[in-house]
């Protein structure tokens, strides 16, 4: 794997050193010490990521992300600090940042990084190429059980319920395209990856001043989805206080940003998910009743996909298809028992780990065939020793497969086994492969 890589920095030893090592890595580097420079080069040459300072001497980098990240959306950027700062941090992502680096702090982390937001990249781009020609509205939802297709009908017509990977943020997302409503936006937040203050920023929003760190007028997702849809995700864990400030704009239209005092107004249809037991969260008065009666106007449960296995082939056809293309990888052909074995497992992940294993396994197959053999620690396989089926010789084999499909890197090779780097050369010392 390679890539275009832009770094920013107006220490000189700090940036060749991270150019060269990069360069090690058969990523192509070009340099600039100044915000001022880099636009020049954004606009002589296509880059994929940048690695950029914070504290520049014509910029800040988190202003700067903001800037780049509009006129190139695919684009991602990773900011560095010699200063670790929270509210840094924060407003870094806000504004479309990858990720935050603090110079010195575990520098094994910054080539799994780089790698990971070049798989985000890819899939940027693909997603703007694809853009005209993926099935829009409920004609995206993939399944033909019986489960499934109610689910279909009754989002014709609305709260979402069901285990975690079932698919509710896809069937939001085709709702909204189905709608009236699909001129405008449709956000999402997942409400359980903030904490109370930061959720309330990123649904209300909030004026400069509003509290440390905040340095200018934001608007929340409540006024991004005026006249579409809003989507939150896990609403079981939003926090009780918060419960009382969405009830209020659901009834009224109406919100007040933090720190400001003036009443503002946005019209949307929210569409709630949880995967848990609300009822019983009121019991344990975790959860508001009103807020409840007020969002189970419609509910659509979606089924896990145990109970779907009929479409467990259509599924695992599809990731076959999107995988191959992402891995580059042609005329795959797949064993009727690859897909029994996969019929055989439970899938307490759902689809999100039916996707994971597909990936994984289009990696570990032999002679592009896709075989029970191809699967992550596939333990039936005829063994000619006592110790074969082992976990520790299973995890041996399939470390040294996907080392051979990276072609020996092995900051590529732990981004696919979702390991630290150090971890990886733990094992490998461990089953003496250095």
């Not at 800040?60 to 990240?69: E, N, P, Y």
């Not at 699909?182 to 997942?190: D, E, F, P, S, T």
């Amino acid at each position: 794997m390679s890539g275009n890589i832009l770094i920013i920095d107006d220490e000189i030893k700090l940036l060749k050193l991270l150019g060269m090592i990069l360069s090690q890595e058969n990523f192509n580097i070009k340099e600039a010490s100044t915000a001022r420079s880099a636009m020049t080069m954004l606009e002589q040459y296509e880059f994929d990521i940048i690695l950029s300072d914070i504290r520049l001497p014509d910029a800040f980098g988190i202003d700067l992300v903001q800037s780049i990240k509009t006129k190139y959306p695919y684009l991602e950027i990773i900011l560095m600090t010699a200063f670790g700062n929270i509210t840094d941090a924060v407003q870094a992502m806000k504004n479309g940042a990858y990720d935050y680096l603090v110079k010195g702090d575990d520098n094994e982390k910054i080539i799994p990084l780089v790698y990971k937001a070049l798989e985000k990249v890819k899939d940027n781009k693909s997603k703007i190429i694809q853009k005209t020609s993926t099935p829009k509205g409920l004609n995206q939802i993939i399944g033909v059980s019986p489960l499934i297709l109610q689910a279909k009908k009754l989002a014709e017509k609305v709260s979402l319920t069901g285990e975690t990977g079932t698919g509710k943020e896809v069937f939001a997302n085709a709702i909204h395209e189905s709608s009236e409503r699909r001129k405008n936006n449709c956000v999402a937040i997942n409400c359980s990856a903030f904490s109370k203050d930061i959720l309330e920023s990123e649904l209300f929003g909030h004026k400069a001043g509003a509290f440390t760190g905040a340095i200018k007028d934001k608007k929340g997702l409540v006024e991004e989805a005026n006249g579409g849809t809003l989507f939150l995700d896990e609403i079981g864990e939003m926090p009780i206080e918060l419960q009382a400030k969405l009830l209020r704009v659901l009834e009224t239209k109406e919100f007040i940003k933090m720190g400001e005092t003036k009443v503002s107004k946005s019209d949307f249809r929210l569409i709630a998910a949880t995967n848990k037991d609300l009822e019983e969260e009121i019991r344990q008065g975790h959860f508001r009743e009103d807020l409840y009666f007020r969002l189970n106007i419609f509910e659509i449960r979606l089924p896990a996909l145990r109970e779907r296995k009929e479409d467990l082939k259509i599924l695992a056809k599809n990731f076959i298809d999107v995988f191959s293309q992402k891995l580059h990888i042609s005329n795959v052909q797949v064993a009727s028992e690859y897909y029994k074995t996969l019929e055989k497992n439970d899938w307490k992940g759902n689809i999100r780990e039916l996707r994971n294993t597909v990936e994984r396994s289009l990696i570990l197959m032999n002679n592009n065939i896709l075989d029970p053999e191809s699967l992550p620690y596939y333990s039936e396989k005829v063994s000619t020793g006592k110790d074969s089926l082992s976990i520790k010789s299973l995890e041996k084999e399939h470390i040294l497969k996907v080392i051979q499909y990276t072609k020996g890197n092995k900051a590529e090779a732990a981004r696919l086994l979702e390991i630290g780097i150090a971890t990886l050369y733990r094992k490998l010392e461990e089953y003496e492969l250095r």
